[in-house]
């Protein structure tokens, strides 16, 4: 088993590419701008264009293959996956640190994805031909607050988001677990972990209708913002309960 060094209580921020915070303020000033712009009825003809063009070339096997895609980006069976590659760092470790990445992104999640969807209340493509059976036109729209919240629940797409934010908590884990083993996880295939997945969700959502292709771009836009915060947390330097300090080690959360 991998024997750790102490923990250094350093909480400088980790380093993210692009570095600095302008970054960061560019992915919040796109967000807030493409929600004033829906919110002013704006981009619906982008959308709609979109939308109409995936129902007019959607077969039944791309449907088909497009829909197992999508099953990338389901939320739950990701912050499965990554809490328990935290557990197995953790026990490897015998550090509780590698458990905190998950249990924050799971926080954030919750806290702007879920309230995100409820506040602005639009509806999805598919709305116009399933319950509850809305006008092309009044799909397009926010703030949908006479609808029930389960139709009402597009904007920001969920699947984009969640994929962005749980395949990167899960490459920072695989990296320090592959080394846990005696081996080098390829920056490569971090790279690949942390990009294609999210690029697939992104694609399949907005081809399957069940996301407007603005919805997916502010999913997008959001991830990357929890992602960035989520990459630099000083999370070997945390302090923690002296309790734990037997489970108390650093790992390398990055490759």
Do not use: C
């Not at 197995?88 to 799971?106: D, K, Q």
Request: hydrophobic share 50%; proline share 9%; net charge positive.
């Amino acid at each position: 088993m991998l024997k750790p060094t102490a923990v250094r209580r350093d909480l400088r921020l980790r380093p993210v590419r692009p570095a600095g915070w302008w970054f960061d303020a560019l992915l919040l000033v796109g967000l807030v701008g493409l929600t004033v712009a829906l919110a002013a009825d704006q981009l619906f003809g982008l959308d709609r264009a979109i939308a109409d063009w995936a129902d007019g070339h959607r077969p039944a096997a791309a449907y088909w293959v497009a829909r197992v895609l999508n099953f990338l980006g389901q939320g739950t069976p990701l912050t499965l996956i990554a809490a328990g590659l935290g557990v197995l760092l953790a026990v490897r470790l015998r550090s509780v640190r590698p458990i905190l990445p998950p249990v924050v992104a799971f926080v954030l999640t919750n806290l702007t994805i879920g309230p995100l969807k409820i506040w602005t209340a639009r509806a999805a493509p598919s709305a116009s031909v399933k319950e509850p059976f809305l006008t092309p036109e009044q799909t397009l729209p926010l703030f949908h607050d006479d609808l029930p919240v389960r139709f009402a629940q597009s904007y920001p797409s969920g699947h984009v988001a969640n994929a962005i934010v749980w395949y990167g908590v899960i490459a920072m884990l695989l990296a320090p677990l592959a080394r846990s083993f005696g081996r080098q996880l390829p920056a490569r295939l971090v790279t690949v972990i942390r990009v294609v997945p999210p690029l697939v969700v992104l694609t399949t959502t907005t081809y399957l209708g069940w996301h407007w292709l603005t919805d997916s771009v502010a999913g997008l836009l959001l991830g990357l913002l929890l992602d960035r915060l989520l990459h630099r947390a000083p999370w070997d330097g945390v302090p923690l309960p002296g309790r734990l300090r037997g489970w108390d080690r650093p790992f390398t959360s990055y490759p």
